[in-house]
């Protein structure tokens, strides 16, 4: 790692493009290349040894997954400290023009659909790049539409944000609650269940497959139980029998008892192989769901051409 000094006078600051629970994110140039890249700018907490060793894991795991044409590049770590004398971190990506988000909103903003084989070619896109962070011991946790970046032209998607993943191969950590933005947060981690797996990235992915294909989220909720109640109310409320367990998870209670509703319902405009789909992988019993390997194997994606996918 080099210091800040390099960090500030190796790159130009061109605009700031985000900021998350971790730090402000700029695009920025490289002035010895002029090649654009994304800046993510990383304030730390200090302990003894300075960088903590939960971001010294973050990195680790981004400069392992990073590799794959799927996940954003990881190409430097810059480390400084600014004005106040607290450690900064500048993790260098490659910059990608847009994303998911803001891809489904323009046409939204158009009155169009995102055509079916764009959106096809995008979920595939997005199974593989799952498949091979579950497959590195790697859950994400925070898969929504604003973290799957696109490349507008290519049609390339590539996974962002993995900070807040944690490896599943270490022991067990009783997770927090707070981690997965309400839309797309998986039932189990709603209802408090605190040892979970790779099921809670493909519910994720099961609420952005919906989005892409009506533009707008299949559970909007603005609280956890209104959440909830969303979810039962199309799928149906599940019990003992439906989901072994789900009475036992902290946050249980008696909720409405819905019966399930068709899926094509709320996602009227899929054909039925995409229905089948997205049915695998919105299951409430994370053990029923698909993973994402098998996802990639399923016929609504057997006209695809995946040659440079």
């Known amino acids: 790692m080099q210091s800040t000094k390099s960090a500030m006078e190796a790159f130009e600051k061109l605009e700031k493009v985000g900021e998350g629970a971790y730090g402000k994110v700029y695009k920025a140039r490289d002035r010895a290349t002029g090649q654009i890249i994304a800046l993510k700018k ?11 060793s939960t971001t010294l894991r973050e990195i680790s795991i981004l400069r392992m997954l990073s590799y794959d044409p799927h996940i954003v590049k990881l190409m430097d770590v ?16 490659e910059y990608m023009e847009t994303d998911v988000k803001k891809f489904i909103r323009s046409y939204r903003q158009n009155g169009d659909n995102i055509p079916p084989q764009i959106v096809k070619s995008l979920m ?26 696109m490349d507008p032209k290519t049609l390339r998607l590539k996974i962002a944000d993995l900070g807040l993943a944690r490896a599943f191969t270490v022991p067990m950590k009783k997770y927090t609650h707070e981690i997965l933005t309400l839309w797309y947060r ?6 408090g269940a605190t040892h979970y797996s790779t099921a809670v990235d493909m519910w994720s ?3 952005i497959f919906a989005e892409l294909v009506t533009n707008t989220a299949i559970f909007a909720g603005d609280s956890e139980i209104q959440q909830l109640l969303y979810i039962f109310r199309l799928l149906g409320t599940p019990n003992e029998e439906i989901w072994p367990g789900v009475s036992e998870l902290k946050d249980w209670h008696e ?8 899926i094509s319902t709320a996602v009227p405009n899929l054909d039925e192989n995409g229905l089948k789909l997205l049915w695998n992988m919105l299951q409430c019993d994370p053990s029923k769901r698909i993973s994402a390997k098998k996802a990639m194997e399923h016929p609504y994606f057997d006209d695809l051409d995946k040659t440079y996918l």
């Open 42 to 52: 990383t304030k730390l907490h200090e302990d003894e040894e300075g960088v903590p």
């Open 78 to 93: 810059k480390q400084g400290v600014n004005k106040k004398g607290n450690t900064v971190l500048y993790l260098v990506f």
């Open 124 to 149: 595939y896109q997005l199974c593989k790049g799952v498949a091979f962070v579950h497959a590195h011991g790697v859950l994400h946790r925070d898969l929504k539409p604003h973290n799957l970046l």
């Open 186 to 191: 998986a039932p189990e981690v709603l209802l």
């Open 205 to 207: 992915v099961g609420c």
């Open 255 to 262: 909720f409405p008892q819905w019966k399930p509703s068709l």
